[in-house]
């Protein structure tokens, strides 16, 4: 397990004596880039399988731990990639799209409908992306529910420094708000944020604190959207309003295996106690 500040361990600890102390916590984390690293096939990335072993664990601590995972990623996406355990609450679409994972592993989703004027819209910026990435070999448009991205990770540099700068003015244009991500230009057409939905799923479930974990600019506003005692993590390099810092996916993986063997072992019987 990768060491981790003593700041960020202590922070980590308080929030875990909540849930020993009978209130609920909010355990959430964006997928790219910190459960799974960054790879130029979105379809190809997986968690790291430490990843995969601290959610399973939180997703079995008891009541008192609510497991979420926030992502543009469109839910279904979402649960098929991440393999989250049962009872996982996913968030997709930076917020516009919310479902649990069943008992059964499927997903329970809400549905979602979009307005028709959300919708033309959406076809005009998928229409401005596919034109800009026509111009860059490497480049193309990943369409979403409520969503579009221009990829250019296998774009050279200098070329696809033009393109996202020429997709963000003409979509901006269209009355869109479109961000600058890693190697990407995300347009929604549904005004929503990470941070809005983190607020509240927080507020659904009484969450005493919360914990995020994120590594891009969507994660800053869900970052500034938390309160300053909750424990915000900038997972890898960039300007970070985040009260902590860690270097990577790995170091992210023992946040949440921190948390997860703090509260299974609290939960533990002392020794010559019966078991449940």
């Known amino acids: 397990m990768t060491g981790l500040p003593a700041d960020l361990t202590s922070a980590l600890d308080d929030l875990v004596a909540l849930a020993r102390a009978g209130c609920s916590v909010l355990v959430a984390s964006d997928f790219d880039g910190v459960l799974a690293d960054l790879v130029d096939d979105p379809e190809a990335s997986r968690p790291r399988p430490e990843a995969t072993a601290a959610l399973t664990v939180l997703a079995r601590a008891g009541e008192h731990v609510v497991l979420a995972l926030v992502s543009g990623r469109d839910v279904a996406t979402l649960a098929r990639l991440s393999g989250a355990p049962a009872g996982t609450v996913l968030i997709g679409s930076h917020g516009a799209e919310r479902g649990v994972v069943a008992p059964d592993g499927t997903l329970d989703a809400r549905p979602l409908d979009l307005p028709a004027a959300d919708a033309a819209r959406l076809e005009a910026v998928v229409t401005t992306l596919e034109d800009v990435a026509a111009r860059g070999d490497g480049a ?3 369409r979403k529910p409520t969503s579009a991205v221009l990829h250019v990770r296998l774009v050279a540099r200098e070329h696809a420094e033009e393109l996202r700068a020429d997709a963000l003015a003409r979509v901006r244009a269209l ?6 991500g890693k190697d990407v230009v995300d ?3 549904v005004t929503t944020s990470k941070g809005a939905a983190l607020t509240a799923l927080g507020a659904e479930t009484d969450a005493a604190r919360t914990l995020y974990l994120g590594d891009d600019v969507t994660d800053e506003r869900a970052f500034a959207a938390l309160g300053p005692d909750d424990v915000t ?3 890898g390099p960039g ?3 985040a009260r902590f810092r860690v270097p990577g996916t790995a170091a992210a993986a023992s946040v949440l295996a921190h948390v997860g063997g703090a509260v299974t072992t609290s939960q533990a019987p ?7």
């Open 175 to 180: 009355g869109v708000d479109a961000m600058l």
């Open 140 to 142: 193309w448009v990943e």
């Open 187 to 189: 347009c929604n057409v």
């Open 239 to 241: 300007d970070t309003v």
């Open 270 to 276: 002392r020794t010559g106690e019966p078991g449940p």
């Open 233 to 235: 993590v900038r997972v």
